[in-house]
Protein backbone atom coordinates (compact mmCIF):
# COMPACT_ATOMS: atom_id res chain seq x y z
CA UNK A 1 0.00 0.00 0.00
CA UNK A 2 1.07 3.62 -0.73
CA UNK A 3 1.54 6.45 1.83
CA UNK A 4 -2.17 8.10 0.64
CA UNK A 5 -3.93 4.73 0.93
CA UNK A 6 -2.45 4.37 4.44
CA UNK A 7 -3.37 7.49 5.71
CA UNK A 8 -7.01 7.16 3.84
CA UNK A 9 -7.42 3.68 5.65
CA UNK A 10 -6.07 5.33 9.25
CA UNK A 11 -8.98 7.95 8.31
CA UNK A 12 -11.58 5.60 7.79
CA UNK A 13 -10.36 3.68 11.31
CA UNK A 14 -10.75 7.13 12.81
CA UNK A 15 -14.14 8.28 11.66
CA UNK A 16 -15.85 4.87 12.16
CA UNK A 17 -14.09 4.46 15.81
CA UNK A 18 -15.09 8.11 16.10
CA UNK A 19 -18.97 7.58 15.19
CA UNK A 20 -19.64 4.11 16.64
CA UNK A 21 -18.19 5.58 19.68
CA UNK A 22 -21.07 7.01 21.05
CA UNK A 23 -23.16 4.37 20.66
CA UNK A 24 -20.76 1.47 20.91
CA UNK A 25 -21.86 0.90 24.69
CA UNK A 26 -21.35 -2.70 26.09
CA UNK A 27 -24.66 -4.07 27.80
CA UNK A 28 -22.72 -3.63 31.23
CA UNK A 29 -21.89 -0.12 30.61
CA UNK A 30 -25.17 0.49 29.27
CA UNK A 31 -26.72 -1.39 32.20
CA UNK A 32 -24.49 1.04 34.70
CA UNK A 33 -25.09 4.54 33.49
CA UNK A 34 -28.58 3.55 33.78
CA UNK A 35 -28.66 2.82 36.60
CA UNK A 36 -26.79 6.10 37.69
CA UNK A 37 -29.38 8.30 35.27
CA UNK A 38 -32.08 6.63 36.97
CA UNK A 39 -30.95 7.64 40.50
CA UNK A 40 -29.65 10.92 39.58
CA UNK A 41 -30.77 12.48 36.46
CA UNK A 42 -34.22 14.54 36.76
CA UNK A 43 -35.00 14.25 33.22
CA UNK A 44 -34.83 10.17 33.26
CA UNK A 45 -38.47 10.33 34.12
CA UNK A 46 -39.24 11.66 30.30
CA UNK A 47 -37.09 9.26 28.02
CA UNK A 48 -38.96 5.81 27.70
CA UNK A 49 -36.17 4.23 29.12
CA UNK A 50 -33.79 5.68 27.12
CA UNK A 51 -30.25 6.07 27.63
CA UNK A 52 -29.52 9.79 27.55
CA UNK A 53 -26.49 10.53 25.02
CA UNK A 54 -26.74 14.48 25.49
CA UNK A 55 -29.06 17.26 27.30
CA UNK A 56 -29.33 21.01 27.10
CA UNK A 57 -31.60 23.51 27.51
CA UNK A 58 -32.61 25.41 24.32
CA UNK A 59 -34.70 27.89 22.97
CA UNK A 60 -37.72 26.19 20.63
CA UNK A 61 -39.07 28.57 18.68
CA UNK A 62 -42.71 27.89 16.79
CA UNK A 63 -44.39 31.18 15.57
CA UNK A 64 -43.86 34.33 16.86
CA UNK A 65 -42.38 32.86 20.55
CA UNK A 66 -39.74 30.74 22.13
CA UNK A 67 -40.54 28.37 24.44
CA UNK A 68 -37.50 27.10 26.79
CA UNK A 69 -37.27 23.26 26.41
CA UNK A 70 -34.88 20.75 27.70
CA UNK A 71 -33.54 18.95 25.18
CA UNK A 72 -32.89 15.18 24.91
CA UNK A 73 -31.23 13.15 22.58
CA UNK A 74 -30.85 9.44 23.64
CA UNK A 75 -30.35 5.68 22.34
CA UNK A 76 -33.51 4.59 20.12
CA UNK A 77 -32.42 7.38 18.41
CA UNK A 78 -34.99 9.47 20.04
CA UNK A 79 -35.12 13.13 20.79
CA UNK A 80 -36.99 14.63 23.66
CA UNK A 81 -38.21 17.94 24.73
CA UNK A 82 -39.47 18.84 27.80
CA UNK A 83 -41.09 21.89 29.87
CA UNK A 84 -38.66 22.37 32.46
CA UNK A 85 -40.81 24.93 34.70
CA UNK A 86 -43.46 22.51 34.71
CA UNK A 87 -41.82 19.15 34.37
CA UNK A 88 -44.08 17.89 31.35
CA UNK A 89 -42.96 16.16 28.26
CA UNK A 90 -43.91 18.42 25.58
CA UNK A 91 -42.97 16.27 22.22
CA UNK A 92 -40.19 14.62 20.46
CA UNK A 93 -38.64 15.19 17.37
CA UNK A 94 -39.09 12.63 15.27
CA UNK A 95 -36.03 10.08 13.81
CA UNK A 96 -35.71 8.98 10.67
CA UNK A 97 -32.46 8.39 8.28
CA UNK A 98 -33.47 12.15 6.50
CA UNK A 99 -33.40 13.85 9.81
CA UNK A 100 -30.36 16.99 9.44
CA UNK A 101 -28.68 19.22 11.84
CA UNK A 102 -28.00 22.52 10.20
CA UNK A 103 -25.93 25.02 13.05
CA UNK A 104 -26.83 28.64 11.98
CA UNK A 105 -24.49 29.57 14.02
CA UNK A 106 -22.77 28.86 17.46
CA UNK A 107 -26.55 29.28 18.91
CA UNK A 108 -29.08 28.65 16.24
CA UNK A 109 -29.62 25.28 14.59
CA UNK A 110 -31.95 23.85 12.74
CA UNK A 111 -33.37 20.24 12.66
CA UNK A 112 -34.82 19.40 9.80
CA UNK A 113 -37.21 16.51 9.51
CA UNK A 114 -39.38 15.44 6.12
CA UNK A 115 -42.55 17.24 7.79
CA UNK A 116 -41.00 19.53 9.71
CA UNK A 117 -38.07 22.09 10.65
CA UNK A 118 -37.50 23.15 14.59
CA UNK A 119 -35.62 25.94 15.17
CA UNK A 120 -33.80 25.46 18.12
CA UNK A 121 -31.17 28.39 20.09
CA UNK A 122 -28.78 27.12 22.24
CA UNK A 123 -28.36 30.27 24.43
CA UNK A 124 -25.10 28.82 25.72
CA UNK A 125 -23.72 28.34 22.47
CA UNK A 126 -23.44 24.83 21.55
CA UNK A 127 -25.09 24.57 18.60
CA UNK A 128 -22.57 23.07 16.72
CA UNK A 129 -21.34 20.52 19.38
CA UNK A 130 -25.28 19.40 19.18
CA UNK A 131 -25.29 19.27 15.32
CA UNK A 132 -22.11 16.77 15.64
CA UNK A 133 -23.46 14.73 18.04
CA UNK A 134 -26.70 14.45 16.42
CA UNK A 135 -24.51 13.52 13.23
CA UNK A 136 -22.72 11.18 14.66
CA UNK A 137 -25.99 9.27 16.35
CA UNK A 138 -27.35 9.69 12.98
CA UNK A 139 -24.72 8.10 11.20
CA UNK A 140 -24.09 5.42 14.02
CA UNK A 141 -27.53 4.50 13.65
CA UNK A 142 -28.38 4.25 9.86
CA UNK A 143 -25.22 4.56 8.38
CA UNK A 144 -23.57 7.28 6.21
CA UNK A 145 -25.12 6.63 2.68
CA UNK A 146 -28.42 7.90 3.54
CA UNK A 147 -28.99 11.55 1.69
C1 LIG B 1 -46.82 26.64 20.92
O1 LIG B 1 -46.79 28.04 21.00
C2 LIG B 1 -45.52 26.07 21.45
O2 LIG B 1 -44.44 26.64 20.71
C3 LIG B 1 -45.53 24.58 21.28
O3 LIG B 1 -44.29 24.05 21.69
C4 LIG B 1 -45.75 24.16 19.84
O4 LIG B 1 -45.88 22.75 19.79
C5 LIG B 1 -47.02 24.74 19.31
O5 LIG B 1 -47.13 24.44 17.92
C6 LIG B 1 -47.04 26.25 19.46
O6 LIG B 1 -48.28 26.74 19.02
P1 LIG B 1 -47.45 28.77 22.27
O7 LIG B 1 -46.88 28.14 23.50
O8 LIG B 1 -47.06 30.19 22.10
O9 LIG B 1 -48.93 28.52 22.16
P2 LIG B 1 -44.21 23.08 22.96
O10 LIG B 1 -44.98 21.83 22.60
O11 LIG B 1 -42.74 22.81 23.15
O12 LIG B 1 -44.83 23.82 24.09
P3 LIG B 1 -44.78 21.72 19.24
O13 LIG B 1 -44.50 20.81 20.39
O14 LIG B 1 -45.38 21.01 18.12
O15 LIG B 1 -43.54 22.51 18.84
P4 LIG B 1 -48.20 23.38 17.32
O16 LIG B 1 -48.41 23.81 15.94
O17 LIG B 1 -47.53 22.03 17.39
O18 LIG B 1 -49.40 23.44 18.20
Keep these: LGKDQLVRLWEIDLSTSRVSGILNISP ?6 LEVQTRENKWHQFVDGELILKQGLVEKRKGLFAR ?5 LTTGPRLFYVDPVNMVLKGEIPWSPDL ?18 YYLEDPEAYALEWRRVIDEVRIGTYGRDTT
Design 28 to 33: EERRRR
Design 68 to 72: RRMLL
Design 100 to 117: RVEAKNFRIFLVHTPNRT
